[in-house]
Each structure stands twice: as C-alpha cells, then as structure tokens.
C-alpha cells in the first residue's frame, strides 16, 4: 500500500469542526474548485507570490501543481506538508506546515487559505491550531513562525490569538508595489499558555519522524 512507503499520508488532525490530512487526488480537486470564483477581493493581495491573479482555471491548476511539488520535493531537510481541512468531508480550506532544518533549528512555518464561503466563522484559528499541535506536540518543535501582509487583519488576529508575537516588519514587492509584511514568532512556551483549541493527532508513527527531520 502507498501508505506504507509514504507514512504522514495517515497524519490526521481534529479540531472541534474540522478534519485536516492529505487529500486524494479527487479530494485535491474538489480543494482546486474552491478558488475559481477568488478567494479574497480583488483590490487585496494578501500572499507575497500573487498566484490569485491568475485567470480562474490556472489559479485551479496551480494549487493542484502546487501541492504535487511540495510533495515531490520532500525531504528531511526541506518538506511542507499541505493539507486540506475538511467540513463534513468536504474541503473548506488548505493549511500548510514546513521546515528547513528542521533537525537542528527546530522551527517551522504555516500558510493558509480558505474558500470564500467558509471565511469568517473562526475556521482559520482551528486550522493552525491543529498544525500547531502537530509541530510541537507531534514533532518537537521549539518554535513556529509566519508571517502576514499588514493588511491582512484576519491573519493577524489568528496568530495573535494563539499566542503569537510581533518579530519585525519586512519590506517586499507585490504585484509591482512596495508592502509591508508582519513577522510573526511563537515559542513553546507561549504556545503552551495559548493551547487552548481542542486538537486530536493521530497516524504520527516512528516511520513518520525521520521523514520531518524529527527522529
């Protein structure tokens, strides 16, 4: 079985609402038609790579090629793990978690999205607290770090509420224009004070740990 030579496809995270773990193919496309109709006003970019600008059917197909490449390009020294959240089995959102290094630095990195009509009602919080739990709880992470657009305040609420601190500002180009980006830190520590999503982790086996750099 598949699954025997690649393990983390039986990680799976619950939430009070939502189930987040690798999707099928069929499952990566039903994540794909939750972009055609755009997953955030025009007039905002909130993600440093505007990959939303895309014409509706390329914006589909990339975040299936997307995910493909981050899977190809897995290795214990440089992995993301895309995963989809779920909503009475039906794809709501994507939220990854990655790592360089993660063997020797112990940090790791998340981005998410969620369809249009699923924004709003505190899916985002659950979605990285569940990959919050994985990185500390399941892999021994000594801190996670993100980042988000000025702008973009729901993302910034949600890394604030889970504990999150203020770690500088970075000044990048997006679509052609100076922004400014938040960077964002959480220490264990701070993580422990604000657990307080509900998350269940189960199929993290020992054959998984060597595949984050975590053995």
Same mark, same amino acid.
């Not at 598949?2 to 619950?14: E, Q």
């Not at 959240?85 to 998410?112: E, K």
């Not at 180009?173 to 964002?184: D, F, I, M, N, S």
């Not at 307080?196 to 054959?207: A, E, Q, R």
């Given at each position: ?101 993660? !063997? /020797? +630095?112990?940090? *790791?990195?998340? =981005?998410?999205?969620?369809?249009? #009509?699923?924004? $709003? ?8 607290? !569940? /990959? +919050?739990?994985? *990185?500390?709880? =399941?892999?021994?992470?000594?801190? #996670?770090?993100? $980042? ?9 609420? /949600? ?57």
């Amino acid at each position: 079985m598949l699954i025997d030579h690649w393990p983390v496809l039986g990680i799976r995270l619950r939430t009070p609402r939502l189930l987040l773990r690798l999707p099928t193919d069929e499952e990566l496309a039903g994540l794909a038609d939750l972009v055609l109709p755009g997953v955030h006003p025009p007039d905002e970019m909130p993600f440093l790579v505007p990959w939303t600008d895309l014409p509706p059917a390329d914006r589909a197909r990339s975040v299936v090629q997307y995910h493909w490449r981050q899977l190809g390009a897995w290795t214990p020294e440089s992995w993301s793990m895309g995963l989809v959240a779920f909503l009475d089995d039906r794809p709501v959102g994507y939220q990854s978690l990655g790592a360089d290094g993660f !063997a /020797v +630095l112990r940090q *790791a990195t998340s =981005g998410s999205w969620l369809g249009r #009509a699923h924004q $709003g009602r505190g899916f985002g919080t659950e979605m990285r607290a !569940a /990959v +919050l739990e994985l *990185a500390f709880a =399941g892999l021994g992470a000594a801190e #996670a770090v993100s $980042g988000a657009m000025a702008h973009n305040t729901a993302s910034l609420r /949600v890394s604030e509420k889970l504990g999150y601190e203020r770690d500088g500002l970075a000044r990048v180009v997006v679509r052609g224009a100076p922004a400014t980006e938040h960077r964002l830190r959480l220490s264990r520590e701070r993580w422990e004070k604000h657990r307080t999503v509900p998350v269940t982790l189960t199929g993290l086996t020992t054959d998984c740990l060597p595949l984050f750099g975590a053995a």
